[in-house]
């Protein structure tokens, strides 16, 4: 009777040591691979292999399809971000402490796979937790992540990985040092530089001319103060109907616009300008009196049509505006 009693049991504790010891060699055999070479590259019998019951360890699995016969840009872009989280995990556990093991099952080696799981689009990630052990959970089945959101960093999805892993200590994500930027920053400072040493003297007097940049400075005020943001802010139409079959150039009201109105009042203020800095600068250094004098006549009367006009315009925009000057 007591033997009949001891032997089920005995055959059960043999059981769970042989499952325990399939389960150590197992990791032992993936996390040796592992260091040679992260993450490891699976096929449909040892991705069986690796994610099969019972597990003392943690098994991410990355199904994707880099091929670019596939068409997978969303894959090809993630796998290098996916390199630099299963690196920096195996650099920082190389014991295997963690016990956490990564793995790649790209389309072209696991077929069978793709099918037994009914996945229609890639790539997408399983977490396979434990089932014995510390952290071990019940339900054996994987927790899957889409990439509903786009391409995702290694900074982004690493917390989604430490989130669902058992308690203890985790290797921090390093992102690789970019040796390619480096070289390529240099050569261009380097490169800038060396055409800013040849070219210094040749821009040097275009960069200091005074004129230039009264220029740029005059155009600059003239375009902003004509109305030309509140244009791309609200997004005004160019012309408008008059009602009558005809165009209207300008419209009433301070809030309304048009766009080729904008640029007649800037016209309007760069004649003024252009007549003020005539009067202060150019006539002043005229060698003969008779030209100097027809040159402030000629400049005063444009100077008063313009500014008759501008009046004009703004009495169009604002109807209880009281001052004009003639002929306007």
Same mark, same amino acid.
């Given at each position: 009777?007591?033997?009949?009693?001891?032997?089920?049991?005995?055959?059960?504790?043999?059981?769970?040591?042989?499952?325990?010891?399939?389960?150590?060699?197992?990791?032992?055999?993936?996390?040796?691979?592992?260091?040679?070479?992260?993450?490891?590259?699976?096929?449909?019998?040892?991705?069986?292999?690796?994610?099969?019951?019972?597990?003392?360890?943690?098994?991410?699995?990355?199904?994707?399809?880099?091929?670019?016969?596939?068409?997978?840009?969303?894959?090809?872009?993630?796998?290098?971000?996916?390199?630099?989280?299963?690196?920096?995990?195996?650099?920082?556990?190389?014991?295997?402490?963690?016990?956490?093991?990564?793995?790649?099952?790209?389309?072209?080696?696991?077929?069978?796979?793709?099918?037994?799981?009914?996945?229609?689009?890639?790539?997408?990630?399983?977490?396979?937790?434990?089932?014995?052990?510390?952290?071990?959970?019940?339900?054996?089945?994987?927790?899957?992540?889409?990439?509903?959101?786009?391409?995702?960093?290694?900074? +982004?999805?690493?917390?989604? =990985?430490?989130?669902?892993?058992?308690? *203890?200590?985790?290797?921090? $994500?390093? @992102?690789? /040092?970019?040796?390619?930027?480096?070289?390529?920053?240099?050569?261009?400072?380097?490169?800038?530089?060396?055409?800013?040493?040849?070219?210094?003297?040749?821009?040097?007097?275009?960069?200091?001319?005074?004129?230039?940049?009264?220029?740029?400075?005059?155009?600059?005020?003239?375009?902003?103060?004509?109305?030309?943001?509140?244009?791309?802010?609200?997004?005004?139409?160019?012309?408008?109907?008059?009602?009558?079959?005809?165009?209207?150039?300008?419209?009433?009201?301070?809030?309304?616009?048009?766009?080729?109105?904008?640029?007649?009042?800037?016209?309007?203020?760069?004649?003024?300008?252009?007549?003020?800095?005539?009067?202060?600068?150019?006539?002043?250094?005229?060698?003969?009196?008779?030209?100097? +004098?027809?040159?402030?006549? =000629?400049?005063?009367?444009?100077?008063? *049509?313009?500014?008759?006009? $501008?009046? @004009?315009? /703004?009495?169009?925009?604002?109807?209880?505006?009281?001052?004009?000057?003639?002929?306007?």
């Amino acid at each position: 009777m007591k033997l009949s009693f001891l032997l089920p049991s005995a055959l059960l504790s043999l059981h769970f040591v042989a499952a325990t010891k399939s389960s150590a060699n197992k990791f032992a055999n993936f996390h040796t691979r592992a260091v040679n070479s992260s993450p490891v590259k699976l096929n449909d019998a040892t991705y069986e292999e690796l994610t099969s019951t019972p597990r003392d360890y943690t098994a991410v699995v990355l199904l994707t399809a880099t091929e670019a016969k596939f068409g997978c840009q969303l894959c090809r872009d993630f796998q290098p971000q996916w390199d630099v989280i299963t690196k920096s995990w195996i650099k920082g556990d190389r014991q295997g402490t963690a016990r956490t093991l990564f793995g790649t099952l790209d389309f072209a080696d696991g077929k069978t796979t793709f099918q037994k799981l009914m996945l229609q689009t890639a790539p997408v990630i399983f977490l396979f937790p434990p089932t014995t052990g510390p952290g071990a959970k019940a339900d054996a089945q994987p927790i899957r992540y889409d990439f509903t959101m786009g391409p995702q960093t290694a900074e +982004q999805f690493y917390p989604w =990985i430490i989130r669902h892993l058992p308690e *203890g200590p985790k290797p921090t $994500l390093h @992102r690789p /040092f970019n040796y390619v930027r480096l070289v390529a920053v240099t050569t261009i400072v380097l490169g800038l530089l060396s055409f800013f040493s040849i070219a210094a003297p040749y821009l040097l007097p275009i960069i200091q001319n005074r004129n230039l940049w009264a220029a740029i400075s005059l155009i600059t005020i003239l375009l902003f103060t004509s109305g030309h943001m509140f244009n791309h802010i609200r997004k005004v139409p160019y012309v408008s109907g008059d009602g009558k079959g005809g165009i209207s150039y300008f419209v009433g009201g301070f809030s309304n616009q048009l766009g080729l109105e904008t640029q007649i009042v800037a016209a309007m203020y760069g004649i003024l300008s252009f007549a003020t800095i005539a009067l202060a600068l150019k006539v002043p250094r005229m060698a003969s009196p008779s030209q100097q +004098q027809v040159a402030v006549i =000629i400049w005063s009367v444009v100077m008063f *049509g313009m500014y008759g006009f $501008l009046m @004009r315009v /703004f009495k169009m925009k604002n109807g209880t505006y009281p001052f004009r000057l003639p002929p306007f």
